[in-house]
């Protein structure tokens, strides 16, 4: 079984819908992250969290929520969507390592927003 | 803002040539990784590298850091179809708060 699964592996909704993409890991890890990708921008970090209690905003946060429901759950929520929402979104879990640490990723969720 | 950039963009070459892919920054990085992602999976962790001018091998893949820490290249010796994929640099500053990704190398290689 996968370390890091995400669900749903591909969604379709429409502009104003409200959609939650789930994110869970058997590796124990207190760290994890959700990242969108877009063509040509590489991996852009929308939220992290260090533990259940700590939920920190990254670098694209905005019409994005995040909660942490358990170590090894952490979910990501467009609460209004709209187009250029439309990416794939990875969630990564790490274990602390300083400026060594290793992200291990989930298989992505495909979004399209109509 | 730390920015990483990684040239070419895109990448297709035969089977058996030799290819090199970079990631430049303005910015000093107390590390920088790189990662594989192949399609319909997320990126995988290749290779670490901290000290500035160091150079590690994993196989046929050369990875180096530059001299100033702001720097990285991807030398793959001998390419294979199994090579094909998205190659990403991440570069850590010194709080490793968050890794800052460049926007990827997509290489194809044709048998």
């Known amino acids: 079984d996968a370390d890091v699964t995400q669900t749903p592996r591909n969604r379709i909704t429409k502009t104003g819908k409200r959609i939650m993409l789930e994110c869970s890991q058997t590796?124990?890890?207190?760290?994890m992250y959700w990242y969108r990708q877009d063509p040509g921008l590489g991996l852009r970090l929308i939220y992290y969290?260090?533990?259940?209690?700590?939920?920190n905003k990254g670098e694209i946060s905005d019409g994005y929520s995040v909660s942490r429901q358990a170590q090894a759950k952490f979910s990501l929520s467009l609460e209004s969507a709209i187009p250029n929402q439309t990416a794939l979104y990875f969630c990564?879990?790490?274990?602390?390592?300083?400026?060594?640490?290793?992200?291990?990723f989930g298989p992505g969720t495909r979004l399209l927003v109509l | 803002t730390q920015l990483l950039e990684q040239s070419p963009q895109f990448l297709s070459i035969q089977e058996g040539e030799n290819l090199t892919v970079y990631c430049n920054s303005s910015?000093?990085?107390?590390?920088l990784q790189w990662y594989r992602q192949e399609p319909g999976e997320g990126p995988v962790l290749l290779v670490t590298?901290?000290?500035?001018?160091e150079v590690k091998k994993l196989k046929r893949l050369t990875f180096q850091f530059g001299d100033a820490r702001k720097d990285s290249s991807l030398h793959i010796t001998a390419a294979q179809p199994g090579d094909t994929g998205l190659y990403l640099c991440?570069?850590?500053?010194?709080?490793?708060?968050?890794?800052?990704f460049g926007s990827g190398t997509r290489l194809s290689i044709r048998p």
């Open positions: 990564a879990t790490s274990d602390p390592g300083g400026y060594q640490e290793t992200q291990y």
């Open positions: 590796k124990g890890h207190d760290r």
């Open positions: 969290s260090f533990d259940v209690k700590d939920i």
């Open positions: 910015s000093v990085f107390s590390s």
């Open positions: 590298v901290v000290t500035g001018g």
């Open positions: 991440a570069g850590a500053g010194s709080s490793a708060s968050k890794i800052i």
